[in-house]
């Protein structure tokens, strides 16, 4: 059963980082492609930042510079480093794993910037 928890998320002053891990369990993450989406109260969910099996990534033209998606394979886990965060990244962040057209979605982390 594929299994997808974060954690990481919390409240931080305007300029601060957070580091956002989700750990996978029920499949080897370390050949699959995974994402981070987040969703801010009242709009669309919107990805944040993508990592594709061969290790290749890209990233929401907002949080390019500032975010960072990594993997630790020998951990199943995938990371999102947030430097310089701004209110306006203010979300319900989530961890994603994509096979074709279908996401597996983890239960969120919240991220909150204070101005």
């Known amino acids: 059963q594929v299994r997808l928890v974060e954690s990481g998320g919390g409240l931080v002053q305007n300029g601060g980082s957070l580091r956002l891990s989700c750990v996978a369990s029920?499949?080897?993450?370390?050949?699959?492609?995974l994402a981070w989406y987040r969703q801010a109260p009242g709009q669309q969910r919107e990805l944040v930042a993508r990592?594709?099996?061969?290790?290749?990534?890209d990233y929401l033209d907002s949080v390019k510079g500032r975010f960072t998606i990594s993997r630790d394979n020998a951990k199943n886990t995938v990371h999102l480093q947030m430097n310089s965060l701004s209110p306006d990244d203010t979300a319900m962040y989530y961890c994603?794993?994509?096979?074709?057209?279908?996401?597996?979605w983890g239960q969120g982390t919240q991220v909150t910037v204070s101005a």
């Open positions: 994603s794993r994509i096979v074709g057209s279908y996401n597996y």
């Open positions: 990592i594709a099996g061969n290790g290749s990534t």
């Open positions: 029920g499949f080897y993450l370390g050949l699959t492609n």
